[in-house]
């Protein structure tokens, strides 16, 4: 049960990020990172003041948390975000190797306040012939030889 209570502490702490987000001009989002049993970065939605569609909470906090433990890879961590992550959000977490996502509001609570995460979820189940925004593959000569290098690559840092 202690697990629990600290799951439930740590949201709180999402939470009210979101609820400073929201009063001061920024989204009604916030995120906590833990490392180890301690926060290592808490962030809110900063999209419209840094004027950057993708710092969402999650996205914030998760490259404050990198930055202060200098690592790509934050095996061990737990986000706690008081809504369930857009899909961006959520595939930072898989990016980041995050072990557990705790969240409060839902995908659906987020597009009752004109959110569009269910609207993008629903979007990425199509393929991409099918999506709202124009998807158009073209396979040009020489197109795979990024992915060849990086095979190649014995000094690279796989991600």
Not at 128 to 142: A, L, S
Request: hydrophobic fraction near 35%.
């Amino acid at each position: 049960m202690r697990e629990i209570k600290e799951d439930s502490e740590f949201l709180k702490k999402a939470v009210s990020e979101a609820v400073e987000g929201a009063t001061n001009n920024g989204g009604p989002f916030g995120a906590v990172l833990v490392y180890k049993g301690k926060i290592i970065a808490r962030s809110h939605n900063t999209v419209t003041q840094e004027h950057d569609p993708t710092a969402h909470a999650e996205i914030n906090v998760i490259r404050k948390a990198a930055s202060i433990l200098q690592t790509h890879d934050l095996s061990g961590a737990v986000l706690y975000t008081s809504c369930e992550p857009c899909p961006m959000c959520l595939a930072a977490t898989y990016w980041a190797h995050i072990d557990k996502v705790v969240y409060a509001s839902t995908r659906r609570d987020a597009a009752k306040a004109g959110f569009l995460d269910d609207e993008i979820y629903n979007e990425l189940a199509r393929p991409p012939e099918q999506r709202r925004i124009e998807h158009i593959r073209m396979e040009i000569p020489g197109h795979d030889e990024p992915f060849t290098e990086w095979t190649k690559n014995n000094r690279k840092t796989p991600y």
